[in-house]
């Protein structure tokens, strides 16, 4: 069992964990987790001809180069949802201290963050081959030295330099895709259903992650997981390079150098604020469901629940890319950020209250719905408001921002937990998601 102590003077978060403990744990729950999720799933989806209409999405797989390229793409995005998970385990079964193992995950998300406009510049310039390249043979290179470094218990500075190193070399497969289907789609409709499927491919990864990672820790080791990610990453990444989408792609003409990019159009750098605003929020709920998890004495739930929220997530991205709707683009991104606060809203009142376990599950899937078209609707502006020659950087500034949004909601939501509880961390991030809806509509210009 995890025993957290939150507000101690001596540590933000203390956890003593075994890592026999965490073993057995996390292989008690793949169980649990799937019989829980499986029939939410289909209860969600139930009927889906009165929720989802599947003629786009076959118009869009009807398109061998498009159906090749979303197929190679998998393999090599798997350790979304598993590095940084097996990196913190990792450390942590090293060292016995979860604040180095997340000091550790840390870096690499940091790497990530920081290398990827750098990157989306160099695709933007001169394609995606040679970056692509680079990528496959350093990102699994660089995290099979950090398993080394962590499992020999080398010096933190080196576990901190790798994992950043790992997280900066991290294929730029998703924004690759994004430009893609920018460049190969000229139907909005078209387009917000490739972003659709996207969002759903993601949303898959975040719940199969942590399983295979579970597996990995359970019946082997934390290296295991991290290795298994080092080769998906590789392999899935020359795999890619194999498609039909990078086979012809086409460098845009540049016009003058630019030192900011895509930053300097009208509306690109208001859409960034936005961003940071509403994924503060994600980072909240996140936290915010490993709190209440924490607080009801059974840790293994966050991830159940969030599986839950991502399931529902990925129902909400595939009506969204089903449906013509009505109100500009700008419009309904304000209005989805809005009703995304008052989804998470009532999970502060549910956890106050201390409902039921299953009453706080059966919400996570309604303050999911709207998660998925709301990262859907950020893709299609990026991509209305950049200018092609900067079409790759702009996909990696978003992806940065939000990747930042987290990381500040993650840090925020755990200096709030040093004084309140989960239910005051569930409350500012619904106060966030409502303020990113209003700047959305006063920063965001309805035209674009």
């Given amino acids: 069992m995890f025993h957290v102590k939150l507000g101690d003077p001596d540590s933000r978060a203390l956890f003593h964990v075994e890592q026999h403990q965490l073993s057995l744990l996390l292989h008690r729950n793949i169980r649990s987790s799937c019989e829980t999720i499986a029939p939410l799933f289909v209860a969600a989806c139930s009927r889906p001809s009165r929720l989802i209409s599947f003629a786009r999405?076959?118009?869009?797989?009807g398109q061998p180069a498009l159906r090749s390229a979303i197929a190679a793409s998998v393999l090599g995005r798997l350790p979304i949802g598993?590095?940084?998970l097996a990196i913190l385990i990792l450390a942590q079964s090293s060292t016995g201290s979860f604040a180095y193992g997340g000091m550790v995950a840390a870096c690499y998300v940091a790497g990530l963050a920081a290398v990827a406009p750098l990157f989306g510049r160099l695709i933007d310039r001169y394609g995606p081959r040679s970056t692509l390249l680079a990528c496959a043979l350093l990102f699994p290179s660089v995290l099979a030295a950090l398993v080394a470094a962590l499992t020999f218990i080398a010096p933190l500075w080196v576990a901190f330099a790798l994992a950043a190193a790992a997280g900066a070399f991290f294929p730029p497969i998703t924004v690759c895709m994004r430009t893609f289907f920018k460049r190969r789609l000229k139907d909005d409709l078209l387009l917000a259903a490739a972003y659709s499927l996207e969002s759903v491919v993601i949303e898959l990864i975040f719940i199969l992650g942590p399983v295979l990672v579970a597996l990995f820790v359970a019946l082997a080791s934390p290296a295991a997981a991290v290795l298994f990610?080092?080769?998906?990453g590789g392999?899935?990444?020359?795999?890619?390079?194999?498609?039909?989408?990078?086979?012809?792609w086409p460098i845009e003409p540049r016009g003058e150098a630019s030192l900011f990019g895509p930053l300097v159009e009208p509306g690109f750098a208001p859409l960034l604020v936005v961003i940071v605003c509403y994924s503060t929020a994600f980072g909240l709920v996140e936290i915010g469901t490993t709190a209440y998890a924490a607080e009801t004495v059974e840790p293994a739930l966050a991830g159940?629940?969030?599986?839950i929220m991502s399931v529902g997530s990925a129902t909400g991205g595939l009506v969204y890319g089903s449906r013509s709707w009505r109100l500009p683009l700008a419009r309904q991104f304000s209005l989805t950020l809005t009703v995304m606060g008052l989804g998470v809203a009532p999970l502060a009142l549910l956890s106050l209250l201390q409902f039921p376990v299953w009453a706080v599950g059966l919400w996570c899937i309604a303050a999911g719905i709207v998660m998925a078209p709301a990262l859907i609707m950020q893709a299609m502006l990026v991509a209305k408001i950049a200018r092609a020659a900067h079409s790759t950087e702009a996909f990696t500034w978003s992806s940065t921002s939000l990747l930042a949004g987290v990381g500040l909601g993650l840090t925020g939501g755990g200096m709030l937990l040093e004084h309140a509880r989960s239910p005051a961390v569930f409350a500012a991030a619904a106060a966030?998601?409502?303020a990113a809806g209003a700047l959305s509509?006063?920063?965001v210009k309805p035209g674009n």
């Fill in 229 to 232: 990610a080092a080769a998906c």
């Fill in 57 to 61: 999405y076959s118009a869009l797989l």
């Fill in 82 to 84: 598993i590095a940084g």
């Fill in 441 to 443: 509509l006063r920063l």
């Fill in 235 to 248: 392999a899935g990444t020359l795999l890619f390079q194999r498609s039909r989408a990078l086979i012809d």
């Fill in 304 to 307: 159940i629940l969030l599986g």
């Fill in 432 to 434: 966030l998601s409502l």
